[in-house]
DNA sequence: GTAAGTACTATACTATAGTATAGCCCTATA
DNA sequence: TATAGGGCTATACTATAGTATAGTACTTAC
């Protein structure tokens, strides 16, 4: 085992999770939907009329994958006819760091492209 | 223009510095160039034994898009045979915090996944 | 009975990201 | 003269993300 394969794990175990949270966040329509959901429960309908643009495909594919990753919470209310509302889960509020950080960078990175300072 | 309005103009300007900052680390190979550029100037061929898995094709375009991005400098060495290396730019630098949050965030991510917790 | 709303799913398509393979032009070395 | 390395580009393919459009099964309101 040499330096070099030392790095290379030490790479791997820094890249994973990182990957991870990017996995989780990534694609078109997952933070608009959280950013729907953080006033609030919401039904379907109601999520895809504050995303714009978004089909109901998409809309059901993701809400699926954010249940999955534990971001979201599928309630089922008992009644007639059946309503169905999704809400944020503690777990996506410690996303609350991730998102501060990419949208300060954003920020600044735009400011600097902007600028042609880059 | 009502509230709803506000709102939404309040989550474009929210949303778009976040897309930004996502759109400049996706995709499978630009974090593993940043790292293998973080310990120091490297040649095309060097950058590519160490990510492994790159192929030609992907590392010449990340690296554009990178140097686009005010990521990486192109660095050309009048010599012969002219020699070529990228470094990464003090913008870069910049990224620290939010690849750490990243990780951080990813970690508990996957012990929460892997807990059943979720 | 028909129109409209709710929460979806199905099918088929396009666009973008990524892979596989090859080749080019240069130079140094055997 | 051939072989290998360096720094790419070209072509063609596959895989995944996203779009467009339609349909289903239910229920309430007109």
Chains 1, 2 share one sequence.
Not at 2 to 23: F, G, V, W
Request: glycine content about 8%; hydrophobic content about 35%; proline content about 3%.
């Amino acid at each position: 085992m040499e330096t070099t394969d030392l790095k290379h794990q030490e790479c791997i175990s820094t890249l994973r999770p990182i990957r991870d949270a990017l996995d989780v966040l990534n694609g078109k329509w997952k933070l608009p939907i959280i950013v729907a959901l953080t006033f609030g429960e919401k039904r379907f309908g109601e999520i895809s009329r504050e995303v714009h643009g978004i089909t109901d495909r998409m809309l059901s594919k993701e809400l699926r994958d954010m249940e999955v990753n534990g971001l979201v919470k599928r309630k089922v209310y008992d009644t007639y006819p059946v309503k169905v509302t999704y809400i944020l889960t503690p777990h996506s509020q410690t996303l609350g760091g991730v998102i501060e950080s990419l949208r300060n960078w954003g920020e600044l990175h735009r400011k600097k492209i902007l600028s042609g300072e880059v």
